[in-house]
């Protein structure tokens, strides 16, 4: 591929309802290049691996031009196209929202994943305020002229406890999905949402296609791809197994 147009294009066809595009989350450069030369289709960056491999905790502790920079040399490692975990935006207005989306356009990315969860705050924006910071990230879309993927999070699930009710947070998920297809969204991440048949009942509810995170609890690949989901994510884990594998290598080495 050669233009960034054409990644952006590729990209979005890869969501498809039943026949998703995995994505096995990297966090720099050298994870990209080995996800490319496997024929991964494209890329996608996980903000808690990449803020931990610059030693920084996730919730946009790690700078952002430090983040772009990063991003940067990701797309110019690869020639596929490269989604970026923009957190929460980067910003608590729209205008901060655009901003964080156009610079990450600017730095080769074609798809923006953010979220709706309040960063060093309590609960999540409204749908009001979220929906403003959706369309804002559209019309930044639009100005840079590349049609980037906006896949808008929401954190329902991921900070509900045992006691909450599935069936009334599914409920404020649909409603939120809604909401941020009507201002622009392209996809919509639910991560932590585990059970098979809300996450059949949102696929067929919700007219954005559906992105699932791969965690204990939640049904494989192929049963996903039955339910209608059309992105499945792997989060924080590929950083977890190889640091896991380091911690296992280095105690066997030097006894710790």
């Known amino acids: 591929m050669s233009s960034l147009q054409e990644k952006a294009v590729a990209f979005r066809n890869l969501h498809e309802k039943g026949n998703p595009l995995v994505l096995y989350n990297i966090w720099d450069p050298g994870t990209a290049k080995i996800a490319a030369s496997s024929g991964a289709p494209a890329i996608a960056t996980g903000s808690w691996s990449v803020a931990e491999a610059f030693g920084f905790p996730d919730g946009e502790k790690l700078p952002r031009d430090l983040a772009m920079e990063n991003i940067n040399r990701i797309c110019n490692s690869v020639d596929i196209p490269v989604s970026m975990d923009l957190e929460a935006g980067y910003g608590t207005s729209p ?16 798809g923006a994943n953010f979220e709706d969860q309040i960063i060093d705050g309590k609960g999540l924006y409204s749908i009001e305020d ?127």
């Not at 205008?95 to 080769?108: K, P, T, Y």
């Not at 599914?170 to 919509?188: H, P, S």
């Open 95 to 110: 205008e901060q929202v655009a901003q964080s989306v156009i610079l990450a356009g600017q730095n080769g990315a074609v």
């Open 130 to 256: 979220q929906v403003a910071r959706v369309a804002a990230a559209r019309k930044a879309s639009n100005t840079l002229n590349i049609p980037i993927f906006i896949n808008a999070r929401t954190d329902i699930f991921l900070q509900a406890s045992e006691a909450d009710d599935q069936k009334e947070l599914l409920k404020e998920v649909i409603t939120r999905g809604q909401a941020y297809a009507d201002a622009g969204a392209d996809g919509f991440f639910v991560p932590a949402l585990t059970d098979a048949s809300l996450i059949r009942e949102l696929c067929d509810t919700c007219p954005l296609p559906i992105n699932i995170m791969m965690m204990s609890g939640c049904s494989s690949i192929r049963e996903l791809a039955n339910l209608g989901v059309a992105r499945i994510s792997h989060g924080p884990g590929p950083f977890r197994a190889a640091m896991e594998l380091i911690k296992k290598n280095c105690s066997a080495l030097y006894g710790g």
